[in-house]
C-alpha cells in the first residue's frame, strides 16, 4: 500500500524547496518575501489549524507588512488554516483565487528511465537558469531574482534539461531532495514543442535523480486550470493529495 507523505510533511517539504529572501514566524504562522518572485514565496499561512488565536490581528498584521515590503498581501489557504482563521478572512473581505492541486508518490519500488538528451546542472549553473527563464518567457528582473532563490535552497539539488535535437532546450525542471520527499518545480516546456514527450521526459529524469539520491516520495504543485500538466503527472503516478488556494483584500 502506497505511503504517502501529511500535509504537514509536503508543505515543510515545499517551503524548503523553494525559499524566500524574507521570512518572519508568528507562531505556526508563516510570511515569505521574495521580491515579488512567485505567490508561494509572497504569502503568509498557517501551518497547524490549531493555531487560530488573534487571527484577525495577525491577518492585519502580516498584510501590513506585505505591503511594506511592496507586495501584495496574500494568504495562502491550505487545509493547514483553521476554521477561524478561514472566518476571520471572510469577515475582512479577502476573495480567493487561483486554486492549485498538491499532487504526491511514493517512491517505494518506483523506477523510471530518462530517454532523450537529459543533463543535469547545479541550479546556479547559468546553462540551467537560462534554460528555465528562456522557456518561461522570463523578465530580466525575475531573472535575477530567480538566481537569488536558487542561491538559498539548501537541500540537494539539481537543474534538468531535455534537449531538442537541434541542441536547443526543450523543457527543463528543478528537483530537489527535501528530507526525503522529492518536490519539483519550475516545469516548463517550449511552447512550439508541447504534446512531444519533453516534459514527461524531463519529468521522469527529475523522478529518477530524486530516487536515486533518496527520496521516498515525491510532490508536486500545479495550478488547477492546468489540465495538461495535471494529466502528465497522474500519468507518471502522482496522486491528487489536497488542494490550496490564495486570498487577497477585495
Known amino acids: 500500500m502506497a505511503t504517502l507523505p501529511s ?26 518575501f521574495a521580491h515579488g518572485y512567485s505567490k508561494r514565496s509572497n504569502s503568509f499561512q498557517s501551518l497547524d489549524p490549531e493555531d487560530e488565536d488573534e ?14 515590503h511592496g507586495i501584495e498581501p496574500v494568504f495562502r489557504v491550505t487545509p ?22 498538491v499532487l504526491a508518490m511514493d517512491l517505494h519500488g518506483a523506477a523510471f ?21 528562456v522557456l518561461s518567457q522570463a523578465s530580466a528582473k525575475e531573472v535575477e531574482t530567480l538566481k537569488i532563490l536558487l542561491g538559498l535552497i539548501a537541500p ?26 522529492g518536490v519539483f518545480l519550475n516545469v516548463v516546456t517550449d511552447r512550439m514543442r508541447r504534446r512531444q514527450g519533453y516534459g514527461a521526459s524531463v519529468m521522469r529524469a527529475a523522478l529518477g535523480w530524486t530516487l536515486e539520491n533518496g527520496a521516498t516520495a515525491a510532490a508536486i504543485q500545479v495550478t488547477s486550470e492546468n489540465a495538461a500538466a495535471i494529466a502528465l503527472y497522474e500519468g507518471l503516478g502522482f496522486v491528487e493529495q489536497y488542494r490550496y488556494h490564495y486570498r487577497r483584500p477585495a
Do not use: K
Not at 510533511?9 to 505556526?28: F, K
Not at 531535455?162 to 527535501?178: E, F, K, S
Open 156 to 181: 540537494e539539488a539539481r537543474g534538468i534539461v531535455c534537449y531538442a535535437p537541434d541542441g536547443t532546450p526543450a523543457a527543463a525542471a528543478l528537483a530537489v531532495n527535501a528530507c526525503g520527499i
Open 113 to 133: 528511465e530518462p530517454t532523450g538528451d537529459i543533463r543535469y546542472f547545479n541550479p546556479m549553473d547559468p546553462r540551467w537558469y537560462r534554460a528555465q527563464s
Open 7 to 32: 500535509i504537514l510533511g509536503i508543505e515543510a517539504a515545499c517551503l524548503s524547496a523553494w525559499p524566500a529572501v524574507g521570512n518572519v514566524h508568528d507562531g505556526a504562522w508563516i510570511w515569505r
Open 55 to 68: 487571527a484577525e490581528r495577525r491577518i492585519a498584521y502580516l498584510a501590513a507588512l506585505s505591503t511594506r
Open 80 to 101: 493547514l488554516a483553521g476554521a477561524r482563521v478561514l472566518d476571520a478572512l471572510d469577515r475582512a473581505g479577502w476573495t480567493a483565487f487561483e486554486e492549485s492541486r
